[in-house]
């Protein structure tokens, strides 16, 4: 008897309609495989049954073929889904919040703002050189005028400082919330753009500290440039009370409304 091998991927009723054909034809599979059967009008042929079986299988395997392979082509096809899917959280307006509300820090310095031009101007008429012909009365509203500058600049160099911190809270909130974004994230647009916005915080932690500095450093020049321009007003002072002329000239002095 002439055996047909059975493709492994046949389905289970492809194997049980070979099981379930009638025993009548049991004795029949044991001619020749190229003989025939009559039964009336039906004319039976083991060796085309057995082709037929064959194909009906090479068939059923490549359906299967085309099904796993419509099912790797759909997988493919969610995953690049996930890979183009948007973050859907953004931390740029709350981080924007920040560097303006640091930025408007710093344009509301005292009588010398962040602009070149404009210490230029203020070094030249209160730092600059000291005047022998300049008056006492003007001595002295300059050194006030520089002092004010000094102090001004101390409270704009702790009113940043008192920004900056305040802006410590929102970024650590942000900073948890985009960690949390980019660990779940889905996709690899996802991933890349939770990692930008944690860029963007980084740059704007850097632009408070440059603010930081920024201000402190403007005080500590402040404070240098008061101390310098008074030791000049002092040695201008002192040169024109030793500079000979009238001199002490002395007076009568009243004391107690007068009375001795």
Do not use: C
Not at 62 to 80: C, D, F, K, V, Y
Not at 182 to 188: E, I, L, M, R, W
Request: proline share 3%; no cysteine.
């Amino acid at each position: 008897m002439t055996r047909f091998p059975v493709p492994r991927i046949a389905s289970a009723s492809v194997i049980a309609l070979t099981l379930a054909m009638p025993i009548a034809f049991s004795p029949m599979l044991a001619s020749p495989a190229h003989a025939l059967f009559g039964f009336g009008d039906i004319v039976y042929d083991p060796t085309n049954h057995a082709e037929n079986l064959l194909t009906a299988a090479r068939t059923l395997e490549q359906i299967n073929n085309q099904i796993q392979q419509l099912q790797n082509e759909a997988q493919m096809l969610i995953n690049q889904a996930r890979n183009l899917a948007s973050l859907p959280y953004s931390s740029l307006q709350q981080l924007q919040q920040n560097v303006q509300r640091t930025q408007q820090l710093l344009n509301q310095a005292q009588n010398i703002a962040f602009d070149v031009q404009t210490v230029d101007q203020a070094f030249q008429q209160k730092y600059g050189d000291i005047s022998l012909s300049a008056t006492d009365t003007q001595l002295v509203a300059d050194a006030r005028s520089r002092w004010e500058n000094t102090v001004g600049g101390l409270q704009d160099a702790m009113r940043v400082q008192a920004g900056v911190v305040g802006n410590i809270d929102a970024n650590r909130t942000q900073m948890s919330a985009l960690v949390g974004q980019s660990q779940g994230a889905t996709g690899a647009l996802q991933a890349t753009q939770a990692g930008n916005q944690l860029l963007a915080l980084q740059s704007q932690q850097l632009s408070d500290l440059v603010a930081l500095l920024s201000a402190n450093g403007r005080s500590e020049a402040l404070i240098e440039a008061e101390r310098a321009t008074a030791a000049e007003q002092g040695r201008i002072q002192r040169e024109r009370f030793l500079t000979p002329g009238s001199g002490y000239q002395p007076g009568n002095a009243q004391m107690f409304n007068g009375n001795n």
